[in-house]
Every structure is written in C-alpha cells, then in structure tokens.
C-alpha cells in the first residue's frame, strides 16, 4: 500500500501544478484517516525521501576543475550524451571536467592520467 500511495503522490508531483499536488495530499490524508491508517503517513513521506535521493544521485552532473572551464565542458558532456544544466566545480580535479549520468562516467580531466600513470609507475 505504501509503494501505491508513494508512487500516485510522485506522479501528481510530476504535473508541476501544485494545486493539483495540495490537493491530492489533502485527500489522500483524508483518505487515510478515514481508514484508521495515519500511522502510514511518515512511512509514506521517508519513502519519498528515498525516491527524491535517489533521482538526486543518478541526475546527470558535469564537474569542473574551474569556473573557466565551465562552458567548454558542458557544451563537451553534451556532445557526449551527458546533459546537464550547470557545472560545479570540484578541487579535486586538476584540469579537465568529468559528467556523469546514471551508470554513465565521462571523465577527460587530467587526475585520472595522473592517476594511471602513478599506478604504472609504482606496480
């Protein structure tokens, strides 16, 4: 029941009317007082969290090693198959931008060469 619920609230969310949304939440906790069953509703909202984080992890995400950067990687990661809106930036990465989309890594910064070269060195 608390996967049904979940996955009717997703779907009314993705209208992106938030009347629509306001009121299918109003009667679905209507609906669950109604059935003695309030005890569903944190249950319900946790696995809305899980729904929302897991949309979080695999949304695609371009990261560079600087603001310059940005434009060139993103209009690359597209190329690529990787669209994204925006690029941060992360410090860890040398040179280069790195765009990941669900199971998808595109990476064409310079710490992932550093990094093979230092294994071959060191093997």
Known sequence: MIDTYTRL???VAETGDKAVA???VTKLIVHLKSMGRMNMLPKIARELKKVAARRHALRARVEVASESEEAAALRAAAASGIVAGRACVNPALIRGWRAQSGGTLVDRSAKRALINIYQRVTA
Request: charged share 35%; aromatic share 0%.
């Open 9 to 11: 609230l997703e779907a």
């Open 22 to 24: 306001d009121a299918a």
